[in-house]
């Protein structure tokens, strides 16, 4: 009997053995250049989970809302950076949370300088958010001037230390494999290294450098003058990381088991439950750039088979899936069967279900189980 | 004070008297033409909305999955629909339910319909799931013989009733305007029509029409002969259905109020607390075919201001959008300001958001509160 024998409605796998093989590998990477690991928590939102973290010795963790510095702190982490342009209507939460970790949080507008430092009672460390190029968050890294003037702030001020310079190469994931996504680490670092070599001749030490997506934890084999590196999804990838190559598809660590409940063998296709409010509806590209919104696998040898890819969920609705099979893959399957749908992308997909179950069957639980 | 100034993070309002007005006109509407409303709590997923509606006299109730089923079965309802192709592993908790309501399910696999009626031991009423068009799910309405094939087998059971002929016009949500909509619910009802009269002379009696859609709802005015309605999406509506001009923007009773975390004067664009985890990845598409995943209005007198679009949502990351302004309306704004977004789809927002605050500051729960 395997954990797929359990399954009555759609539920969150995890192989844990892949999970943890993603993360010691990157921390051997990182280790061995000397690189500070600030995992990202927002992909896996759990604290058991947290723990594998640290028995590898990381200490440092980022998140990406007050409410889940709440939660790992509650946990036991006691540096935590909330990667997020700081929300000052949050003001209360922060405080508390300032008083009892060494917390850090991100800053983009002089706005938020001002408040942070006239209503915290207690030290923040604070990252300014530059913009690389991704076009989203952030001072745009042209902008010398303005990030001084930010810095220069934050030195002045009571309750605020510069922590350094922090950036989401938000980019690398819509570049086109191995060597663009090294283009523009290459190029990030260089922008960063500009403006730490401006600030530095305007008297601001002390400055780091915090990096950090998936995409180029995985393409870039030197990661250079950094000092941390922050990110998240890699500890479980998933099928948009598969199709840019950042990953195998073996190294995806998380499934969600899902019941068929009715055949169209006339158009290939079958009616799963598992929709968009399991999956979310983040999707990827096939090669002939159909949308789809995970990839579907036969139950394997303790888990899922990833020799044997079934088809893709052509389409979702609130509860329903529709598989679209490849040729003559439908055949032999029933309802009742389960199939296993890899994600397009985990952190939304972890997010929606709120609990694990790893192939031992073992309950894991997030910050958003009920 | 409104309930904007009491708003620290992400939050579901809920506007009452709209969602209450929505209800009443569909209700007048399917009273006059004595067609039962068997509204689908997929929607707003709470017992305590659920009550707006038993105080209007409604007491049959669609649902989509059979967790769903037993928390309303546990709010008092006692004749639930689970519109969704059974899934023949959740048998105990369809057993369950059986025993102590009115339970009726969806089949088109004979399979499920010989399995359902070894397995109870009470009985259920059972909808032949048709499909009249949409290509999702149901039986193609051309194929008569299958379609008697299931009824006969559910007449000669056991524990099974044949209540009738379900379908999901899904169509209609991308059909263009009134008249196209008109057209699909017309097609529709003919070719159910065209089944039932086929049933009936082969001796198959008390053939029911179920149908709903909430395009359909709007712009269909007589509904014909139908025996039940079950749209869900109309109560709050959205923006997809306001873009498909089945409501006005002042119809749309349900938005997210969201923190202003930064601003990017230069292009526009402001970054909100207010991410994919919050709105969900449903889009809709702008008059020059730009995808957006919400519609930006100012706070206004109790609520939000329909006269005062200030922009829409232009991307989204699992925390942060970004928000791409109408020229000159970033003017004024400030980091802490409270941003309305009106949803795309709100099915899947309520579902991600969990719990609303009306504008009085009242919480309602849901069926996935914490």
Redesign the interface.
Known sequence: MTIISF???PTLLLDENKAKRNLDLLCKKLNEQDIEFRPHF?THQSAEIGEWFSERGIVKITV????MAEYFADAGWEDILIA???????MEAISNLARRSTLSLLV??L??II?LDKKLDSTVGLWIKVDVGAG??GIPWGELDKIESLAQAIQASQHLKLSGLLTHA?HTYRANGREAVQQIYLESLQRLLRIKDHLQSKGLREIKISVGDTPSSSFVEKFGEIDEFRPGNFIFYDVQQYQAGVCKLEDIAVAVAC?L???HLERQEA?I?GG??HL???YFHLEDGTSAYGLVLAEGPGGWDTKNVLGYVK?L????G?IKFFDGKIAGL???DILCVLPAHS??TV??MRDYVTLDGEVIPTL???
């Open positions: 399954i009555k409605k927002k990406s809302s007050v409410e997020f342009p700081v929300n000052i209507l949050e983009e507008e706005d938020s408040y989203r968050t938000g019941p409940a009715a055949r009616v439950y968009a409010i979310s509806k983040d389409s609705s609130q509860e329903h529709i029933e309802i009742g952190c939304l997010q929606a958003n189980s009920k």
